[in-house]
C-alpha cells in the first residue's frame, strides 16, 4: 500500500484544532492541490474563500454553531461559481447563454467542480500532517452566509472546510461494507444489500459505545431515519433559484 492510500485510508474528521495558524505557503499549496482536480469539460465552475478575519470567523460560527468553525488554521469556503462564465458572456451579447447556466446540469457541474477540488485540498491537507473537517452547518442559514461573503450572482456557498493542526486524535469512524456501496453492472436490490446494512449498524453501535470521547448507543438506521425525519435547510432551494441556478 502505498502512502497516498495510507493516508486516504487514515481519513478521520479532526473538530479541535491548535492555536497555530496555516502559512501563506501552506494555504497556497491546497489551493493549488484543489485546482488540480477534475473538472467537467475545464469550466472550473468553482471559487474557494479562505477566511482569515476572526471576526468573519465569529459570524460564521454563529450560523453553524461548531467551534472549528471560528478555531482552526485555516478555514476555506468552497462555492459553486458560474458567475466568471455570465461576465464573459457580457462581452458577447450574441452568445445567449441563460438557457443553459440555469439547467439543473450546470448547477451538478458546479457542485460536483466544487467537490472534487475540495477533496483533492482535503488529501493534500492530510498528507501535510494536517486534520480536516467538512462543514456543512455553514448553510444553516444559507442566505445570511451569501451575505456575509458577498456572493455576487450565480455563486452559491456550499461547504467550508476546517483545515489545521490536530489537538486530538479521534479514531476512525467505520463505513458501509463494501457490498453496500459497490454494484456490479446495475444496481442491487436492497433486499440484497440489507444484511451488509444491518452487520454495519453493529459495528456501528460498538464503535459508539467504545470510542474514547462522547460514547452513545446508535445505529446508522436510526440516525439516517432521524434525519430525514425532519425537513433541514429548506431554504436552500429558493435561495439557489434566486441566484439564478438549477432552475430549469
Partial sequence: MNQVIETILNHRS?????????????????????????SSSNV????????????????LYGISGHSHVKNNGHLFVFC??????????????????????????????????AALAA????????????GICYIGSLRNDINRLNELLKLPEHVIPLFGLAVG????????KPRLPLKAIYHENQYLPFSEQQAHITTY????????GSRSSNTKVDTWTDQM????S???????????????LNKR
Avoid: C
Fill in 14 to 38: 479532526i473538530r479541535k484544532f491548535k492555536e497555530e495558524k496555516l502559512s501563506s505557503d501552506q494555504v497556497q499549496t491546497i489551493v493549488e492541490a484543489a485546482q488540480q482536480a477534475s
Fill in 44 to 59: 472550473m465552475a468553482y471559487s474557494i474563500i479562505g477566511v482569515t478575519d476572526q471576526s468573519l470567523k465569529n459570524e
Fill in 80 to 113: 459553486g461559481d458560474l458567475h466568471r462564465i455570465h461576465q464573459l458572456a457580457q462581452d458577447h451579447p450574441n452568445k445567449d447563454i441563460e438557457e443553459n447556466m440555469e439547467s439543473t446540469e450546470q448547477f451538478i457541474v458546479a457542485t460536483v467542480d
Fill in 119 to 130: 477533496q483533492n485540498a482535503a488529501i493534500a491537507s492530510e498528507s501535510m500532517g494536517l
Fill in 165 to 172: 493542526y490536530p489537538d486530538q486524535n479521534p479514531e476512525i
Fill in 201 to 208: 449498524d453493529n459495528e456501528m453501535q460498538n464503535y459508539y
Fill in 225 to 228: 431515519l432521524r434525519k430525514y
Fill in 230 to 244: 425532519k425537513p433541514t435547510r429548506m431554504d436552500v432551494t429558493p435561495f439557489i433559484k434566486s441566484k439564478n
